[in-house]
């Protein structure tokens, strides 16, 4: 289960006669489940990946709830089977975002439209910014604006995993497995652009 605190808006009082500073947070509950119950079984759901002929059942629903309400259910379909390292979700800009399997999903939480983004391996972690997401999978980054675009992917970092330690100045700082298990080397990369720098 993950739990994500949203500031949704926040008021400032500069003179005396305004009135006082007002904070409002909504904050997001996200399950992954095998199975469903009341009140998520009469919701219509959210669907994502490719439906295979013959398959039934999702590879996974995430359910989403909004102070505590119940507000919106995806239906994770996988065309065909993946690697499950890591399984992660968030709420992040205007989306509802789900790592699993080999994807990357983006539901709007306005439009209920889904939008994914194939990864190289598996999914390994998100990494959310205030302007941008970084995705990180198996060999690579990738990242994704505040619109649901895709900005740049790089090069490969790794062979069989890629984690980022720090983000400052515009400098993305991380190491990708090489040989595994174990074979971790660093790396460094410019946050608008992904492009590869040297060692500092």
């Known amino acids: 289960?993950?739990?994500?605190?949203?500031?949704?808006?926040?008021?400032?009082?500069?003179?005396?006669?305004?009135?006082?500073?007002?904070?409002?947070?909504?904050?997001?509950?996200?399950?992954?489940?095998h199975a469903l119950e009341a009140p998520w079984t009469t919701m219509a759901p959210v669907i994502v990946g490719q439906v295979r002929q013959g398959v039934g059942d999702p590879s996974t629903?995430?359910?989403?709830?909004?102070?505590?309400?119940?507000f919106l259910r995806v239906d994770i379909y996988e065309s065909e089977p993946a690697a499950h390292a890591f399984q992660e979700?968030?709420?992040?800009?205007?989306?509802?975002?789900?790592?699993?399997?080999?994807?990357?999903?983006l539901v709007s939480s306005a439009a209920r439209t889904p939008?994914?983004?194939?990864?190289?391996g598996y999914f390994g972690h998100l990494y959310a910014l205030d302007d941008c997401l970084l995705v990180a999978d198996a060999e690579r980054l990738?990242?994704?604006?505040?619109?649901g675009s895709l900005l740049w992917a790089s090069v490969a970092?790794?062979?069989?995993?890629?984690?980022?330690?720090?983000?400052?100045?515009?400098?993305?700082?991380?190491?990708?497995?090489?040989d595994p298990p174990?074979?971790?080397?660093?790396?460094?990369l410019q946050l608008?652009?992904?492009?590869?720098?040297?060692h500092g």
């Open 142 to 147: 990738r990242c994704i604006d505040k619109s």
């Open 192 to 198: 608008a652009s992904g492009r590869v720098l040297p």
């Open 182 to 188: 174990g074979g971790w080397r660093p790396f460094r």
């Open 115 to 120: 939008s994914t983004f194939a990864l190289d």
């Open 89 to 105: 979700a968030l709420a992040w800009a205007d989306f509802i975002v789900v790592g699993f399997g080999a994807q990357v999903h």
């Open 157 to 178: 970092l790794g062979i069989d995993g890629v984690v980022v330690h720090s983000i400052r100045e515009g400098i993305v700082e991380g190491e990708g497995d090489w």
């Open 61 to 70: 629903y995430v359910t989403v709830q909004k102070d505590a309400s119940p």
């Open 1 to 33: 289960m993950t739990v994500v605190h949203e500031a949704s808006w926040k008021a400032n009082r500069r003179f005396h006669n305004q009135p006082p500073v007002v904070e409002h947070w909504t904050v997001h509950t996200i399950d992954f489940r």
